[in-house]
């Protein structure tokens, strides 16, 4: 920044003394101030984001402002991107970011897990309960976020700051919130899908089977399925094998954690590929299996991986994916397999991803490199174009 630059800020304040309105975001940001207005994404058409400015509302009581830092791109956004299949255009998407708090109401003293907060402690929300704000995270472990609303998937309305593709998210009373201050930017923006892998888990011990000298089957390693194999390993598991038709990604896998990898298509027929993962343990089935593909076929596929008495669990159809033919007989009835479905995650398992996050992190697993692009907010139909195109793992934006 030159003098001349300082001096025009300078002034720039100054008037904005005089006449707040007149404090423009770049002299906002040059001293710290909060902005009248803020930026934001808003999905105004299919494949279409428009950048758009909005006035930042009065914080109330139990209000929270929040300075966003950054926030990932998940499967949901793609496909509302595409298609809008809840018919929420036009809205402001972003449900996997955090940020910090610049400004908050004289109520609010601690967050959902009694933690205190202070302005500048860094932030993420998890479910909104619009007609319940005195519930609180431990009468909550049955709950699933499913039934309940979160900020990047709400209706715009006039406040309009309602998701994370945004300079500024405005986090209105009963909402639930987390101080994740001792959490890097990456490991904050990874929250929110590695929840969902926390309850996969804990839907797969309720089976019984899944223990510490398990071997473990993960079919599927984009961003779910490898996020699936980082928690198995933080456990303790050591025989994971991970299998997919992109070698760049079974070789993360294994970064990951995974001990052995498949890649389907050097395997013609599921009789070859059965052999494959059985070789791959040693000559064993798997006691266990995640199914972390969105693909109809891969879900038939996976009870020929699994041993007599062993479990499943299926968490890859986030969306309908279409019907999958089995055998009863030979898939479920004579092998006795367990199976579990996996629907997002409770508030619990949230509390538990960000130990998870810390526990990844001290056994150097290299979770960070799932986060393969970034771009600016400005930059963001580009960026979901770069998800579309699946040439990465996890894509995000992050304001400057
Ligand atoms: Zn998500």
């Not at 908050?104 to 302005?119: E, I, R, T, Y």
């Not at 303790?236 to 954690?257: M, N, P, S, T, Y």
Request: hydrophobic share 40%; glycine share 10%.
């Amino acid at each position: 920044m030159n003098e001349r630059e300082i001096e025009a800020i300078v002034k720039q304040v100054l008037d904005g003394m005089r006449d707040p309105s007149a404090l423009s975001g770049s002299a906002a940001k040059a001293t710290g101030a909060i902005p009248k207005t803020s930026r934001v994404a808003m999905l105004t058409a299919l494949e279409n984001y428009e950048i758009k400015e909005f006035p930042i509302p009065e914080v109330g009581d139990d209000d929270i402002l929040v300075k966003v830092e950054g926030c990932g791109i998940c499967g949901t956004d793609a496909h509302e991107f595409k298609r809008d299949p809840f018919g929420l255009i036009p809205l402001v998407l972003g449900h996997e970011g955090t940020g910090e708090i610049v400004k908050m109401g004289k109520n609010v003293k601690q967050d959902s897990a009694g933690k205190p907060l202070k302005l500048g402690d860094k932030v993420v929300t998890c479910m909104i309960f619009k007609d319940n704000p005195d519930i609180t995270m431990f009468d909550l472990n049955k709950q699933n976020v499913g039934g309940a609303d979160v900020y990047g998937l709400l209706p715009d309305d006039d406040i309009h700051l309602n998701g994370w593709f945004s300079d500024y998210l405005f986090i209105r009373g009963g909402s639930t919130v987390f101080n994740v201050s001792d959490l890097d930017l990456k490991s904050r923006i990874l929250i929110e899908p590695c929840a969902v892998l926390i309850h996969a888990v804990e839907r797969a011990k309720t089976t019984g089977i899944l223990r510490f000298n398990s071997r473990v089957v993960v079919q599927g390693c984009g961003p779910i399925g490898l996020i699936c194999i980082a928690i198995l390993k933080t456990m303790g598991i050591q025989h994971i094998v991970a299998v997919d038709g992109e070698q760049k990604r079974l070789d993360f896998a294994k970064e990951l954690g995974a001990s052995a990898s498949v890649n389907f298509k050097e395997y013609k027929g599921i009789e070859a590929l059965a052999g494959a993962v059985k070789d791959a343990f040693g000559g064993y089935l798997a006691d266990f299996a995640f199914q972390c593909t969105g693909s109809p076929v891969a879900h038939s596929n996976i009870y020929k991986f699994i041993r007599n008495g062993g479990g499943l669990c299926e968490l890859g159809f986030f969306i309908n994916g279409g019907d999958a033919t089995i055998n009863p007989h030979f898939d479920i009835c004579s092998k006795e397999i367990t199976t579990v479905g996996s629907w997002v995650y409770t508030l619990r398992d949230y509390a538990t991803t960000f130990d998870f996050l810390k526990s990844a992190k001290d056994i150097g697993l290299p979770l960070d490199k799932l986060i393969t692009h970034t771009y600016p907010l400005e930059k963001i139909n580009e960026a979901h174009r770069t998800n579309l195109a699946m040439e990465g793992l996890k894509i995000a934006i992050i304001n400057e």
